[in-house]
């Protein structure tokens, strides 16, 4: 059988995937492998021949640009209203259909609440010890630690929820970090206080919240099937919520992901949850997505056998019908002020994405004045700015790749979390793991060519890897 979808003719795997049904399954996508295509041909499939309503079928994404595009490609195939939730409007259906009432705690509260309890005390022995200097409310090292303060309690909140797991975090710890742990709790425990004392919950508590009434009290809709993309980065909280749901109505899941695309751990994100699938919802099927239709094969050869150096990640082989003999091109710089429009010179493309580790990098070549709304004045050319990770999902005609230093605040960066966040985050088990992750999703969004501009003094160590590596399908110039 063959399913038309939004135009296209499902290929074979894309078939299969969306024709895969009555079972737990985990889709694995390459880069461009056309996993949008996939959901919307099976909910198409499981709607027109499986005679499923399409509001028995549970669609999640993790942001509102995905879920309305999304809900936008499923209306026009299917000609039916329908709603594709991200986990957090999920969370606050549910909330709402057990007629909770409840106000959104502002984002900055956790921040508010650490400034005000360390401006009300007067220093402990822990801030005697740890920033000597009496003006410490002002220390840049005492506000890099209030910043980790916030952060460990939001990756905590996101990761583990329970409060009583605190504790084992501490009995875990080393004698000189427990004083932190035991500071870090302690304001934990004032925050939560303050949003009960305001009736008020945060985007945590909201799935949290939906959980518990999920698991104590049921669920309204009883869904047959749930479907969820981007599954690569979703975080243990999110994955409670699913099984809730799932012991509650015994709903089949289909999760679509790329585990080289995962690049979110700094909030909270655990690729275990993709990797495990199958042991966590069995009995599963995995299923491959392996053509890419936007990345010629040079191109997805050399970016797959970069991220495979991992041997965590996940072994597959991409094929392409597009061929590029060069698909990569090194434009090495003398001088940072001219680099960039030297490069537009050179690439001379009218659709071009730069794409950077950082928001600000993009200054680092040219002047606040010469950037509008991230777009960049040059010809007639549609020339604009993003960074890698608000690129993800995206693609364009060419790529040029910026700031490639051998740096700290580079790609890779070599920005070391602060020491307490190891009990929170998991380290790396490969050199630059999720790094490498990220320098994957910036060289696959190209159709074309990716153009990487480099300081020939300082290149990063992706370059050198890639030189040494792949020198064959690169292209280098100086400029």
Do not use: W
């Not at 509650?248 to 690049?263: E, M």
């Not at 549609?382 to 990770?389: D, N, V």
């Not at 920005?415 to 790396?428: A, G, N, P, S, V």
């Not at 370059?463 to 040494?468: A, G, R, V």
Request: hydrophobic share 35%; glycine share 2%; net charge positive.
């Amino acid at each position: 059988m063959q399913l038309e979808v939004l135009g296209h003719t499902l290929d074979k795997e894309q078939t299969k995937a969306a024709m895969t049904t009555n079972t737990n399954s985990i889709i694995v996508a390459g880069a461009g492998s056309g996993k949008s295509l996939t959901m919307v041909g099976k909910i198409k499939y499981l709607v027109t021949v499986k005679n499923i309503k399409l509001e028995d079928i549970l669609c999640i994404t993790f942001t509102n640009d995905a879920a309305n595009s999304l809900e936008n490609k499923i209306k026009t195939e299917l000609n039916q209203p329908n709603k594709v939730y991200t986990f957090h409007k999920l969370a606050l259906e549910i909330i709402k259909s057990h007629h909770i009432s409840y106000h959104i705690a502002e984002a900055d509260l956790l921040d508010y609440l650490i400034e005000e309890i360390f401006s009300a005390l007067p220093p402990s022995f822990y801030f005697q010890k740890y920033f000597l200097t009496k003006n410490y409310l002002t220390n840049l090292n005492f506000k890099n630690y209030k910043k980790t303060i916030a952060r460990f309690i939001r990756l905590y909140i996101s990761t583990y929820y329970d409060q009583s797991y605190f504790n084992k975090l501490i009995n875990k710890a080393s004698k000189k970090d427990i004083p932190h742990l035991l500071i870090i709790k302690k304001i934990y425990e004032m925050y939560l206080l303050e949003k009960k004392s305001q009736n008020i919950i945060d985007f945590d508590d909201m799935i949290y919240l939906a959980t518990s009434l999920v698991k104590n009290k049921g669920i309204n809709h009883k869904y047959k099937y749930i479907i969820i993309d981007e599954y690569q980065d979703t975080s243990p909280v999110r994955e409670n919520l699913v099984k809730e749901i799932i012991h509650k109505t015994h709903a089949y899941l289909t999760v679509v992901g790329d585990d080289f695309q995962s690049i979110y751990r700094f909030s909270g994100c655990d690729l275990s949850s993709f990797l495990d699938f199958s042991q966590n919802f069995k009995p599963a099927q995995t299923l491959y997505l392996t053509n890419t239709y936007r990345n010629s094969q040079e191109l997805i050869n050399i970016a797959g056998s970069f991220i495979m150096a991992n041997p965590r990640q996940i072994k597959k082989t991409l094929t392409s019908s597009k061929n590029i003999k060069k698909p990569l091109t090194i434009l090495y710089y003398q001088n940072i002020h001219t680099a960039l429009f030297k490069a537009l010179e050179m690439i001379n493309e009218p659709n071009l994405m730069i794409l950077a580790r950082n928001n600000n990098d993009i200054y680092d070549y040219i002047s606040h004045q010469e950037v509008h709304n991230n777009s960049l004045k040059y010809k007639n050319y549609h020339i604009y700015f993003k960074t890698i990770h608000k690129s993800k999902g995206l693609e364009e005609d060419n790529i040029l790749i910026i700031n490639l230093t051998n740096e700290q605040n580079s790609l890779p960066s070599k920005i070391k979390d602060e020491h307490i966040l190891k009990y929170i985050i998991k380290k790396d088990i490969y050199p630059y793991e999720e790094e490498r992750r990220l320098f994957y999703v910036a060289l696959t969004r190209t159709k074309n060519k990716c153009y990487l501009l480099v300081a020939k003094k300082n290149p990063s160590i992706f370059i050198k890897e890639l030189i040494k590596k792949y020198k064959k399908y690169l292209d280098i110039y100086n400029l």
